[in-house]
Structures are given as structure tokens and as C-alpha cells.
């Protein structure tokens, strides 16, 4: 049973490359259906990793957290809201933009944390963090000279993808060198890797998801986690239950009004930005609820992850 469960844990948090691994397969091998493969991976992994924010942050443990902190949990998220409406309506290719660059943070944000649960070595801990942070630093600008202001030609990917490799490859070499460390280097190379794809797929939103599909993954198995830590014997079915009942609910409803995008009506299209306040407020919460210098968090959250 143990040996099971580290392996799950091992599959969906640690190294969950097989993830992107199937969804290229099936985009470069069937690539008339990649609109449905969009589609069920928003579905069945993307939505469902956002809806997780709500069961999560509104659980009873955190009533107090918020009552106390009702600037960071109420105010600002108001804020965000007015926001992302505004600038989706007004500004939106500025707006898009500061989406996608608050969409890598908290990715990065993450793949960084979750090196953090399964090291204890400082030095080892800054090291991660500096190269997560280098990396994907480097891919959010390889996508932004790709596809908002496109400079990066196609004949230049080959030597950019060389560069890349060998870069990932030295940085993971001197890694398990320096710090004497093969465990830990599993989720080092997710949180390097997690936003590759941007430098060889063609349409940013596979680029994105592609390897995105790692991180929801890690979140879906976390929340879950803490989730099922914080019920009790009798009540922990049931808790598991309405957990999952509400992100399935919350998913569907996302992922079809994620659908109206495409309409070719103005105002139908414009009700995808509504999954994209939901990923907004997703982005923002999970910076408070996952603090770990908050001493709430660490006994409500981290607790139950180590």
C-alpha cells in the first residue's frame, strides 16, 4: 500500500512527465482533434485544478484566517475582478499579456514550493530556486519574442532548442554533483522543464498546456491531500465527496463557457472572462493560503503535506 502511494505521489507530483508526454503524442499523431484534446485537458485537469482554490480556501479551518485579513481575502480579490474585466474589455493585449506573465509566476511559484516539501538542505532549497526561476524566466521570453511580438524565426528554433537542452542538462548535472542529491532531482527537472514546450510547439495555447498539464497534476494531488488530512475518520468519505462533487461542478461549468471564446457572437465571446477571473483569483488566493511564514497555513496546510 505504502509503495503504491509514493508511487502515485511520484507520478503526479514528483515527476509527472508522463502528462505532456500523452498529450503531445496524441496532438502531433491526431492533430485533427486537437480543439477536443484542448478541450477535455481544460476539462478534466485545467478547470478542475482551479476549482480545487474554492473547497480549499473555503473549508471552516480558514474562517479566522479570513475574518482577520478581510484587505487580502475580500478587498483585493474585488479588486482583481474589477481588473481583469476592465483590462480584458479595454486593454486586452496588454491585459492577455499580464495573464500569461501572472500565469508563470504562480506556476513557477509552485514548481519552486514543491521542490521546498522534499529538501532540507538550504543551499540545496536557493539552487533550486535560482535555476526554476532562470528558466522559466527564459521561457516566458522565448514566448513572448514567439507569439506576442514575434522576432524569433522558425529557422532559429533548432539552435534555440541545442542551447536549451544543454543548459537543462549541465544545471541538472551539476546539481546532483554538488549536492550529492538523486532524490530531489525529480522535481528539479519538472520545475525546469514544466514550460519547455514554449520553445517548440507552434500554437501557444498547446505550448502552454502541454507541459502546464505537470502542474495541475501536482496541484490536484496536494489539495487533495490537505483536504483529506483536515477531515476526520467519520467524516472524511463524505468531505472527499463534496470536494470532488464541487470542482467537477465548477470545471464543467468553466470549460463551457471556456467554449463560447470561439463564438462568433461578440457577446458570447466575450463570457471567457469568466474562467479567466476564476483563473485570476486562482493565481492571487493560492499566494495567501500556501504562505508557509504564515503560522495558519503552516498548521492548516503544511502539516499535512509533510
Not at 484534446?37 to 474554492?54: P, Q, S
Not at 537543462?168 to 546539481?175: H, K, M
Not at 498539464?213 to 472527499?240: C, E, F, P, W
Not at 465548477?250 to 466575450?270: A, D
Amino acid at each position: 500500500m505504502n509503495i503504491k502511494k509514493l508511487n502515485l505521489e511520484f507520478n503526479l507530483v514528483k515527476f509527472p512527465v508522463i502528462f505532456p508526454i500523452i498529450y503531445g503524442f496524441v496532438l502531433y499523431t491526431l492533430p485533427q482533434f486537437e480543439t477536443i484534446l484542448i478541450f477535455v485537458t481544460i476539462l478534466l485537469l485545467a478547470e478542475t485544478h482551479f476549482g480545487a482554490t474554492w473547497p480549499f480556501f473555503l473549508n471552516k479551518s480558514n474562517s479566522s484566517l479570513i475574518k482577520k485579513n478581510k484587505i487580502y481575502f475580500i478587498s483585493i480579490p474585488i479588486v482583481i475582478i474589477i481588473f481583469s474585466i476592465l483590462g480584458f474589455l479595454y486593454i486586452k493585449p496588454t491585459f492577455l499579456l499580464i495573464f500569461f506573465a501572472a500565469n508563470m509566476y504562480h506556476v513557477t511559484r509552485q514548481s519552486f514550493g514543491i521542490c521546498k516539501l522534499y529538501s532540507s538542505k538550504i543551499n540545496e532549497i536557493n539552487f533550486q530556486e535560482i535555476f526554476i526561476y532562470i528558466f522559466n524566466f527564459l521561457f516566458f521570453l522565448v514566448g513572448f519574442f514567439r507569439f506576442y511580438f514575434p522576432i524569433i524565426e522558425t529557422q532559429h528554433l533548432i539552435s534555440l532548442n541545442i542551447f536549451i537542452l544543454l543548459f537543462i542538462l549541465l544545471t541538472v548535472v551539476f546539481f546532483i554533483y554538488k549536492f550529492k542529491s538523486t532524490e530531489n532531482v525529480y522535481t528539479f527537472i519538472t520545475g525546469l522543464i514544466i514550460f519547455y514546450p514554449i520553445c517548440f510547439v507552434g500554437n501557444p495555447v498547446h505550448s502552454i498546456i502541454m507541459g502546464v498539464t505537470m502542474h495541475y497534476t501536482q496541484y490536484l494531488y496536494l489539495t487533495h491531500k490537505v483536504y483529506k488530512g483536515r477531515s476526520s475518520n467519520d467524516t472524511a468519505q463524505r468531505s472527499i465527496i463534496n470536494y470532488l462533487g464541487m470542482i467537477i461542478f465548477y470545471s464543467i461549468i468553466m470549460s463551457l463557457l471556456s467554449l463560447f471564446g470561439k463564438s462568433s457572437s461578440e457577446i458570447f465571446s466575450q463570457l471567457i472572462i469568466i474562467p479567466i477571473i476564476g483563473q485570476m483569483l486562482h493565481f492571487y488566493l493560492d499566494s495567501q493560503l500556501w504562505k508557509f511564514s504564515n503560522p495558519h497555513n503552516r498548521e492548516n496546510v503544511l502539516a499535512y503535506l509533510k
